[in-house]
């Protein structure tokens, strides 16, 4: 087994403040008001126990009886307002479980007697009026502004007016809502046009110039409705699906990033020979980066990326022999071998026949041969293009293969400690990396990460200029391999600061790629994907401002098509729609069957 040596490096980062890279004040909570909730499946505890604010529940008076109803021909026997609200309301105030709640009574039948009825009402539930937590607000049919100081103070209104705002009591009024259709055709989908939006924008700020909050009814019930509405500045956004609302609501801010200053990008500059036969091959996998991973993050950065610049691209299918969504191990192995197998495979086609990798190929044709990644070496991207194994877990049985491999060196994170690492690696010093007279691992600390949070977006990139450097001393071709891992862990996690952070270093990583290849003019650069992760989609932002706003379909990955962009020397060889196997195929082409 061939003995590898360990290399800490110790990477110049350049850092960033905070500052630069935010996503809006966490402290904002939208309120949602659920409303006709008495229609609800489940009335009062849908809304409630997905955290609506206000809760809208609809009366009608009828022989003395307060009916939870929007007409006298929906009542039904025995749904009244106590039996499907107060009482409730009482139980949770007994248990010291009610929080803070407004509930919305509209009135429907007529006004002054069925608020007289439901003050009638009201009066038997003294914990509810002394608990602070419950805040009644009368609607649809109200008295008259004059009389709303005659009700008790446990009471207060929903106004329905802008014109007399300077005349009533604003001491007696708990919110101020209109109807939404006065004012927009608006269905809910894209946006407003600029003058209704102005028109909208001019009312919300007029209600709260006098210190109330606001509520519009009749709006359209979309994400994007939600989403329009709470960055106009709505207090009370009206749905009668709080539990989807809710999540939406309170998801938006984290995922809704702003990068206040962008990176530096860099230009390729196209000089090299198209037709000529490239000397040297980098193959770049963004694990996880689907086309909207690098639309998100070229909208941060103010709408520039050095991935960008690239003009040959092509689509890339990812599926796996065994499923239509593939995971990495067998991404990388299609990617790596030329040929499809199961998921959790390394190296081996589905009934575990060895497979060989580039990596091997260009080994045996004199290539040197390297890999470069933000996770652990034996992480499944990576093992794909030295290992074989049937189970990607198999993390003794992938370091084996290392031990035994054709690679001249590798960068990559300590995973752990262990006697298999601890009997094939030498530690050395920075200085010592200056060819390859050796096999190197160059192995970085023992996180599988660093933080870009606290270290800034050139990591990676650092990485790809110190590697480039010692192989552009070789006489001979290489074959290099790099990947930015973690842009896949943000899918996962649904997290787009991480997604877009880990994107943008990559980028950077490209750049020295791109840059290196400008210098040599032999170099093709390939920049691709094993897989899409967490169904990312763009639902709104500002360019120029860079802030983009996102929704996720899932936690895992997906069988979308990823996006491949080449450059150098061949590069057109990579246009068009293909399996991920062709990649392996088409570099297979370009270096051994040209010769």
Same mark, same amino acid.
């Given at each position: 087994?061939?003995?590898?040596?360990?290399?800490?490096?110790?990477?110049?980062?350049?850092?960033?403040?905070?500052?630069?890279?935010t996503r809006k004040p966490k402290e904002i909570a939208y309120k949602v008001h659920s409303h006709n909730d008495y229609q609800q499946e489940f009335p009062f505890w849908n809304a409630y126990i997905n955290g609506a604010a206000s809760i809208e529940v609809d009366i009608f008076l009828k022989k003395n009886n307060l009916y939870v109803a929007h007409g006298e021909r929906e009542i039904v026997e025995g749904n009244t307002l106590e039996k499907l609200y107060l009482d409730t309301l009482q139980r949770l105030t007994t248990s010291n479980n009610l929080r803070e709640l407004q509930l919305l009574v509209d009135i429907k039948s007529e006004a002054y007697t069925t608020l007289d009825k439901l003050i009638e009402v009201l009066e038997d539930y003294t914990d509810l009026q002394g608990s602070?937590?419950?805040?009644?607000?009368?609607?649809?049919?109200?008295?008259?502004?004059?009389?709303?100081?005659?009700?008790?103070?446990?009471?207060?209104?929903?106004?329905?007016?802008?014109?007399?705002?300077?005349?009533?009591?604003?001491?007696?009024?708990?919110l101020i809502s209109l109807d939404f259709r006065k004012y927009s055709v608006w269905n809910g989908l894209g946006r407003l046009v600029q003058p209704e939006?102005?028109?909208?924008?001019?009312?919300?700020?007029?209600?709260?110039?006098?210190?109330?909050?606001?509520?519009?009814?009749?709006?359209?019930?979309?994400?994007?409705?939600?989403?329009?509405?709470?960055?106009?500045? !709505?207090?009370?956004?009206?749905t009668d699906r709080p539990e989807r609302a809710i999540p939406f609501l309170n998801q938006m801010?984290?995922?809704?990033?702003?990068?206040?200053?962008?990176?530096?990008?860099?230009?390729?500059?196209?000089?090299?020979?198209?037709a000529a036969k490239p000397k040297n091959v980098i193959l770049m996998i963004g694990d996880g980066n689907g086309l909207a991973q690098i639309a998100a993050s070229m909208i941060a950065n103010h709408g520039k990326l050095t991935i960008s610049g690239i003009k040959d691209i092509g689509l890339v299918k990812t599926a796996a022999y065994d499923d239509l969504v593939t995971d990495s191990a067998a991404g990388g192995t299609a990617m790596a071998t030329g040929f499809k197998t199961d998921n959790r495979a390394i190296g081996v086609s589905p009934n575990g026949e060895r497979l060989q990798s580039s990596v091997e190929l260009t080994s045996e044709k004199g290539f040197n041969t390297a890999i470069i990644t933000t996770?652990?070496?034996?992480?499944?991207?990576?093992?794909?293009?030295?290992?074989?194994?049937?189970?990607?877990?198999?993390?003794?049985?992938?370091?084996?293969?290392?031990?035994?491999?054709?690679?001249?060196?590798?960068?990559?994170?300590?995973?752990?400690?262990?006697?298999?690492?601890?009997?094939?690696?030498?530690?050395i010093e920075p200085r010592q990396f200056n060819d390859l007279e050796q096999p190197v691992a160059i192995y970085l600390g023992e996180n599988k990460t660093l933080s870009l949070q606290e270290n800034g977006y050139d990591a990676l990139a650092k990485n790809v200029k110190s590697a480039l450097k010692v192989l552009?001393?070789?006489?001979?071709?290489?074959?290099?391999?790099?990947?930015?891992?973690?842009?896949?862990?943000?899918?996962?996690?649904?997290d787009i600061m991480k997604i877009i952070r880990e994107m943008l270093d990559f980028d950077c990583a490209i750049a020295e790629a791109l840059r290196f290849a400008d210098a040599s003019k032999n170099t093709l650069v390939i920049v691709t994907a094993d897989h899409e992760t967490s169904g990312l989609g763009i639902v709104g932002g500002d360019i120029q401002s860079g802030i !983009?706003?996102?929704?996720?379909?899932? !936690?895992?990955?997906?069988?979308?098509? !990823?996006?491949?962009?080449?450059?150098?020397?061949?590069?057109?060889?990579?246009?068009?729609?293909?399996?991920?196997?062709?990649?392996?195929?088409?570099?297979e082409h370009i270096l051994v069957q040209e010769e």
């Open positions: 087994m061939r003995v590898f040596t360990i290399l800490f490096l110790a990477m110049s980062l350049c850092v960033w403040s905070q500052h630069q890279h602070g937590k419950i805040r009644f607000v009368i609607s649809g049919n109200r008295p008259e502004p004059r009389d709303y100081t005659n009700y008790p103070d446990f009471v207060q209104f929903d106004h329905q007016d802008l014109s007399n705002l300077d005349e009533i009591p604003l001491e007696k009024i708990a939006w102005e028109t909208v924008k001019r009312i919300i700020g007029k209600v709260h110039s006098f210190n109330k909050p606001f509520r519009f009814w009749a709006t359209s019930d979309t994400k994007t409705a939600w989403a329009r509405l709470a960055d106009l500045g !709505v207090d009370y956004i009206n801010e984290r995922n809704t990033y702003r990068q206040k200053t962008p990176i530096s990008t860099y230009l390729p500059e196209y000089g090299y020979p198209k996770d652990v070496i034996y992480g499944a991207t990576p093992a794909a293009f030295y290992a074989h194994q049937s189970e990607r877990d198999n993390r003794r049985g992938i370091l084996e293969d290392l031990g035994e491999s054709e690679l001249d060196f590798f960068i990559a994170k300590e995973g752990a400690k262990e006697n298999t690492i601890q009997e094939n690696f030498k530690i552009d001393k070789e006489k001979e071709p290489f074959f290099l391999v790099i990947e930015g891992a973690k842009i896949d862990s943000g899918g996962h996690e649904n !983009v706003q996102v929704d996720f379909l899932t !936690v895992d990955h997906t069988g979308i098509p !990823v996006p491949l962009f080449a450059y150098g020397p061949k590069a057109a060889s990579f246009g068009g729609v293909y399996e991920n196997t062709e990649i392996f195929r088409k570099i």
